[in-house]
């Protein structure tokens, strides 16, 4: 059974700085990794989508790699701003390719 | 206005009643997918639908009702509200499932207390 794990729960940065969320998974015979933003309260806003034959996908400040032989996915947050504070997730589809699997997020909280 | 949403977004009910929680998506997209978010085990899958009349289970179905009708709506029924049902509801479609570029778009969410 697929199982999605993003280390660390909580991170605290300050403005500026760059930093990466990690997210690991342990069927490595993914389908789709889509990374997700939810504010508190919100519903979930989506970021980046990789597809199984890419090794990364970019937008604005974001980057998300993927390496599905070590089974480990990273958003790469440049420039951090206190906007970005927010819990990230990140998804894989379960092995019938029919529902997201995800993990418990990262929540960033990024001071100024 | 266009995209995905939900109603109500919050909702308190006691035990043993019936709740329907609506979603309405704008997209045309083929599939819907209803999911639940709680402390702990983060989000997980109730149910999903391929398109109108066609629903299937997902990881945690039991005392959840779901029809599709209509492409653009997907209700889904607690048939007999129980307290662990006390949950945030997320609503989500996207044109295709896996092996695409299809990302999941999700609602606002619905927030129900079971008391």
């Known amino acids: 059974k697929q199982e999605v794990t993003q280390i660390p729960a909580a991170l605290s940065v300050p403005e500026g700085e760059n930093l990466v969320l990690n997210c690991s998974f342990t069927?490595?015979?993914?389908?789709?990794l889509q990374w997700f933003r939810q504010d508190p309260g919100k519903g979930l806003t989506s970021l980046l989508l990789i597809q199984s034959s890419q090794r990364e996908q970019t937008s604005g400040r974001l980057n998300a790699s993927l390496d599905k032989s070590s089974g480990r996915s990273t958003l790469y947050i440049a420039a951090s701003q206190p906007g970005d504070s927010a819990t990230y997730l990140c998804?894989?589809?379960?092995?019938?390719?029919?529902?997201?699997?995800f993990g418990k997020g990262t929540t960033l909280s990024v001071s100024s | 206005d266009a995209g995905i949403t939900q109603s109500p977004r919050y909702k308190i009910t006691e035990t043993g009643r019936q709740v329907t929680l609506m979603c309405h998506q704008t997209w045309s997209h083929s599939y819907m997918f209803w999911y639940r978010q709680d402390l702990g085990h983060g989000l997980r899958l109730i149910y999903y639908s391929a398109a109108a009349d066609i629903t299937d289970k997902g990881e945690v179905p039991d005392g959840y009702v779901v029809s599709r009708s209509k492409t653009e709506n997907f209700p889904l029924t607690l048939e007999s509200a129980t307290r662990s049902q006390t949950s945030v509801y997320f609503c989500a479609s996207s044109l295709g499932l896996a092996g695409g570029y299809n990302e999941q778009f999700f609602g606002p969410g619905t927030r129900l207390t079971v008391l």
């Open positions: 998804a894989v589809f379960n092995q019938a390719g029919t529902a997201l699997i």
């Open positions: 069927d490595s015979a993914i389908y789709n």
